[in-house]
């Protein structure tokens, strides 16, 4: 290994024993304490891995920090996208010294400034992809790196300025890869070229496709976070209305046609599911015994009978009330016995116009109910009427009937 | 055709990633979007959602009178239809100050106000003036008790989603763009005089300085330009 790699990996190994330092530094800074956490700050100043802040306070290189930043996508607020005017102006400057020591054919140089032109196409490239990945990540988090909506609206206003100078820088590289490419291409130095276009001009288009991703998510959410400012703007004017004006209701406008669908709220349509009980399909039938399953049992209407102990029927004579009858019943009764007592017939009309409690019973009436009271009780019945000469007779005219007390067998 | 979105429509409800995801997902899908459509036109609705990319819901297929004189009702009772909820959610901004959105998806978290209440005595005298809005607020509860009430008052009218009973975490709904929307057609209507309110004013202060600040600061074309314009 060369004497500047065995550096490096004591650099690092020193930053590894310290590690727990570094992790603090990276959040803030540190200081001094026992013995022990003294000897580490000072080793760790020893290799500038921290810089004196204050009394007894440390900071972080922040060239250190960025590195760590980078790994851990961590970005601190308002934190400028890197510039790559700068390297850009540096490779021009490395390119034009090459193409001068290959015509001077300076070949030990050539190798040199070839190495170091490398170094900054590669530092090109690893700014831009840094910088997309940062507009990623807060584009992701919103912002995460800051509470307030407000300083996220602003560097959303930022970062949106941050990226028309960055798509600038990204147009100045192709400009700087076709330039390069085809110098190299005059100078004789083909693999410069080919250098240059692997590693810029192949993913220009996938940088300038990422970046403007990057800027129409940034202006869509500052669109939204405006409309969101304005509503909920409206929002606590709305409310402050109603708490100033708490005696009035609303407003009485006057809704046209044309108002907007959204502000009709919709009314619930009352639904009853009703199966169809008579659908033979086994899955539906197994589906009705199913959810009769699930109902309920009725509920038992029968009420329970309370037990109301031994009972006694107590019955008073006395109060026992009877039913009066009406006067064609009392007649009838009189009929009856009268009937009873004789053994001559006795005419139903002319017992009737003898009654007076059936001067109000039409003699008609009285025939018909008599006739059926009579004929279960006993008595014989003589239907006296015209002789009939129909043949076959439907119905059996009479005008009189006699009751005899000679029984029906 | 998804049933279960059918009968949330026919309920009323508002489909949205939210509170129905399934079923928001299902909807994305046009044929079901078709299917759904011919169903509710035999009833003379029709299914239609907020913005572009809002919550469905179910819609009159034509405005007729019946549906102005809901509107002109509802708006003529503002304070009865829609004021519980201005109040309510109103609180919840000023509870969060800074970083409250109050847009769909949105978490809010029940201790957050509750710690903030208690920290501050105005905040916890506006909620004791919120009580006789809050459905079942008291006064003999505690802070916390009334603002579990009034995220649940929330929840049920459908602006809330509670998204963890255990840590009390609710979530705002897509319904709260049907709001958003009756607020900005009042503003349009101008139904508030008063200056102070004038929030139209105030959006074209805010774009006059934004296209200030991209002018001064960058010296490049506004960001609010389409997108695909090249920076040159």
Known sequence: MSEKGIQVQRLLTALAKHGDLVAEAFEGTISGGDKHRNSAIEALMHINAIKPYEEDRYTLNPRLREFIADHLSSYQAFQALRQVSAVMRQAREQWNELRRLKSTRATRDIYKLESALDESVVEIAYSVDNNIALLHSLISTQYGNVEDFGSKLRQNRYYANQINVFLRDVSAIDALVELIGDEATGAGLPHIRHMVVRRLGSRRLQWSASIKDAQFSISKRLFDAQLMEIRIKRLSHFALWLSKNKTSSGWDLNIKESVPLVLIRPEPVLLRPQPDVLDSDPEMVKSLISAIERMPPKPCTKKPTKDLGPQMIIEDDEDETIDALDPHQIALQQLIDQSRNTTKPISLLAWKNSQELLREISSQAWLMYACTQLQGSGLKLNYIGELDLDPFPVNEFFHDIEVCSVEVR | ?232
């Open chain 2, 1 to 232: 055709m998804n049933s279960k979105a059918l009968k949330l429509l026919l309920a009323g409800e508002y489909l949205c990633s939210v509170r129905f995801p399934n079923e928001f997902e299902l909807l994305n899908d046009e044929n079901e979007r078709e299917q759904i459509n011919s169903w509710l036109q035999g009833l003379g609705n029709r299914l239609t959602r907020i913005g572009d990319e809002g919550a469905f819901f179910m819609a009159p297929e034509f405005i007729g009178a019946k549906e102005m004189t809901q509107v002109k009702n509802e708006l003529l009772k503002f304070r009865d239809e829609y004021g519980p909820a201005v109040t309510l959610l109103d609180f919840i901004r000023q509870v969060k100050v800074e970083n409250v959105l109050l847009s769909p998806g949105e978490y809010i978290q029940l201790y957050e106000l509750d710690s903030a209440v208690s920290q501050n005595s105005t905040l916890e005298a506006m909620l004791k003036t919120l009580l006789p809005v809050i459905f079942n607020g008291a006064q003999r509860n505690t802070n916390h008790e009334n603002l579990s009430r009034l995220m649940q008052h929330l929840a049920k009218d459908g602006y809330l989603v509670l998204a963890n009973k255990d840590t009390g975490a609710y979530q705002v709904t897509g319904k709260i763009e049907q709001l958003y929307a009756v607020l900005q057609f009042l503003d349009e209507s101008q139904v508030i005089h008063d200056g102070e309110f004038n929030v139209q004013e105030e959006i074209q202060a805010d774009l006059i300085d934004e296209t200030n600040f991209d002018a001064e600061d960058s010296g490049v074309d506004s960001f609010l330009e389409p997108v695909t314009k090249d920076s040159k």
